[in-house]
């Protein structure tokens, strides 16, 4: 079979052999996998990380022990857990000391024939719903995280930093649960797809408000983000740190104390109301996924799509088996 492998920013394609399952694993088949900002920053040296990316996708159960598994389209969360510390205990897999993370942290990821992951960590993918769509689960799943977190109540405005992948997921996310949104961003051609959810859509120039909203989202994946929101943001006021950057941040915390700001840095999500809100589609108060796709590629050329993945402007590259 073959498999990506990344290490010191180099991108290849290399036949390797068919992985074990353990127990209480599944061998999943790829069918199709997304590119995420993740997986670009691995590259760019995230993590230290070498071997194989990839966390968002959709595969075949090809082999398993839980029989009701067996030959289902499947999505899985992404964090393997000890499901025995005392995090564990407290509901806090996502967080485990000793977790393993699918393509991101001692645990092969995606992009590869095929993989293995807990049964535990699966979810079937309804019948009704596309691969494409929900291809994008795990990345929904993480917008609705915000809202796992604090509680933004219906009608409240909040602000969105960036018109990436996150960032377009995160306002038609919370647009759909209601929130007045307002989005920053540098492409007009990529905010059409939040503003026809309903998203208030601003091209971001050098002059953004000050101290304007109770509510701010940093999804720009810059590292002058988090220093953007903190302009933006009210006294007591929120920011929501949804960016993985490589590097060290250089901020003045003085408006952080001085405005009595509260910081939450917002990671991963529970797959259910992912799964919930991906079933009901645009045309149904859903949220629009397939325009963001912005090109395929056979896994065979990993390298190309991560190439084209990496291009400014571009959206979502997927990765097909």
């Known amino acids: ?18 992985p074990e399952r353990p127990e209480g694993y599944a061998l999943l088949r790829l069918i199709a996998a997304g590119i995420c900002n993740t997986d670009l ?17 959709v595969a075949e159960v090809a082999e398993t022990d839980d029989a009701s598994l067996a030959g289902e389209r499947v999505v899985g969360e992404i964090n393997l857990a000890c499901r ?4 564990c205990a407290r509901g806090l897999e996502r967080h485990c000391p000793t977790r393993t993370v699918l393509g991101i942290v001692r645990q092969p990821g995606a992009f590869s024939d095929f993989f ?64 007045r949104v307002r989005q920053f961003g540098r492409h007009a051609s990529k905010l059409r797809i939040p503003a026809a959810r309903g998203v208030e859509t601003v091209i971001a120039g050098g002059n953004l408000p000050k101290r304007e909203f109770r509510w701010v989202v940093d999804a720009t ?9 903190l302009s933006m943001v009210e006294p007591r006021g929120t920011v929501i740190l949804k960016s993985t950057v490589h590097g060290e941040l250089a901020i003045d915390t003085a408006p952080v104390i001085v405005d009595e700001v509260t910081l939450v840095g917002s990671r991963c999500g529970r797959f259910e109301p992912s799964l919930e809100l991906l079933a009901r589609g ?32 571009v959206l979502k590259i997927i990765l097909e088996a």
């Open 221 to 229: 994946g810059s590292q002058t983000g988090l220093r953007q929101a």
């Open 282 to 313: 645009p045309e149904r108060g859903g949220i629009d996924v397939e325009s963001m796709i912005a090109g395929r590629f056979p896994l065979a050329q990993a390298p190309e799509a991560m190439s084209r993945a990496a291009e400014k402007g």
């Open 41 to 57: 920053e691995l590259q760019r040296g995230y993590y230290g990380f070498a071997g194989t990316p990839g966390h968002e996708f």
């Open 1 to 18: 079979m073959i498999a990506v492998h990344l290490e010191s920013g180099r991108v290849e394609v290399r036949n390797v052999p068919r």
């Open 84 to 87: 025995a510390c005392g995090w």
């Open 116 to 179: 293995v992951l807990p049964e535990r960590n699966l979810h079937i993918v309804p019948d009704t719903m596309t691969t494409e769509r929900a291809l994008f689960t795990e990345p929904v799943a993480a917008s609705c995280e915000i809202l796992d977190q604090v509680s933004i109540a219906p009608d409240e405005m909040v602000a969105v930093l960036g018109d990436g992948k996150l960032g377009l997921l995160i306002s038609q996310v919370l647009a759909a649960r209601g929130c």
